[in-house]
């Protein structure tokens, strides 16, 4: 009987302490301040990007941010009514510095995708686009990605990229460069380094706009996907707020300018700075 008492007490003390560990560990993860929160309270944005993805993130001829997904941030900062600050990274440094708390979110042209959604979160897709080949214009013999799957061939790609994890899934035999960005693959191309490139369609439908004989693109999609918004990882307040955001924008006269201002005219393209 003595026994059987101080069975029941032990356990009872253990669904006590293991409730109150619950109850302490839900408060604190309530507690925990979103990103929008953080951003409310010092009245500030601070968004991560990777110049260089045209006619989504580029620099102008004085230096300052231009593009779709910066119009669509600063769309994000006058909805939350604060500032917006702008911090350039290489495509890979994105994620890191989103992780480390040095930008409250990524806009720069991401796919969403599930190794990525391990260490961040996407909100809803805001821009459907897809991976194509860009080739030299004096290869008028490729006509897919396969032609140039041969030993002695080589496939430039941007760092960190979807299109860089593609060519690395598809090529079996030429083998795959990898480049900081994307106008040094285009330019390690254009000087012999390389016999072609994968990159998202926007990108390469604009570049062939600025190197008309230079370059020319395979237009049949490789791959598509969805670009998306990050945080960090399980923010769902932030991912909340964003999607509600994203659905009044889409489709809003705002956006519906952005969009005809970036891809449907190119009278932009002398103003933005390029890599020599």
Same mark, same amino acid.
């Given at each position: 009987? %003595?026994?059987? !008492?101080?069975? #029941?007490? !032990? !356990?009872?003390?253990?669904?006590? =302490? ?5 109850? $302490? ?13 953080? *951003? ?21 001829l ?6 779709y997904?910066?119009d669509?941030?600063?769309a994000? &900062? ?6 917006v ?16 708390g040095?930008?409250?979110? #990524?806009?720069?042209?991401?796919? =969403? %995708?599930?190794?990525?959604?391990l260490?961040v &979160? ?9 991976? *194509? ?11 897919s990605w ?6 002695g ?10 299109g ?9 035999n030429?083998? *795959? ?6 106008? $040094?693959?285009?330019?390690a ?6 016999d ?7 990108? *390469? ?9 230079s370059? %020319? ?5 490789? $791959? ?12 769902l307040?932030?991912?909340?707020? =964003?999607?509600?955001?994203?659905? $009044?924008y889409?489709? &809003? ?5 952005? %969009? ?17």
């Open positions: 009987m %003595r026994k059987r !008492l101080i069975f #029941v007490l !032990l !356990l009872l003390f253990t669904l006590v =302490i293991t409730g109150c560990s619950n109850d $302490s560990d839900t408060k604190k993860a309530g507690n925990d301040p979103s990103t929008i929160d953080n *951003v409310l309270k010092k009245k500030k944005l601070i968004i991560g990007t990777a110049p260089g993805y045209f006619p989504f993130e580029m620099k102008d004085n230096g300052d941010f231009i593009g997904d910066i669509t941030a600063k994000i &900062s006058e909805s939350l009514k604060v500032d600050e702008f911090k350039q990274f290489g495509f890979d440094g994105l994620i890191p510095a989103l992780q480390t040095e930008i409250d979110m #990524v806009v720069a042209g991401m796919t =969403i %995708r599930g190794d990525r959604a260490s &979160s996407f909100a809803n897709p805001y821009f459907k686009t897809g991976q *194509v080949m860009m080739l030299p214009k004096k290869d008028t013999a490729t006509k396969q032609d140039l799957d041969k030993p061939k080589k496939i430039a790609v941007s760092l960190g990229t979807t860089a994890l593609l060519a690395k899934q598809l090529y079996k030429a083998e *795959v460069l990898d480049f900081e960005d994307f106008p $040094s693959a285009s330019m191309m254009i000087q012999g380094q390389a072609g490139i994968i990159y998202d369609e926007p990108g *390469v439908r604009t570049y062939e706009l600025m190197n008309p004989d370059v %020319r693109g395979l237009y049949d999609l490789i $791959s598509s996907e969805n670009l998306g918004i990050a945080v960090r990882k399980d923010d307040k932030s991912i909340q707020w =964003i999607n509600s955001f994203l659905e $009044s889409i489709g &809003s006269p705002a956006e519906l300018e952005s %969009r005809k201002k970036w891809f449907e005219n190119a009278d932009w393209l002398d103003k933005v700075e390029t890599k020599k």
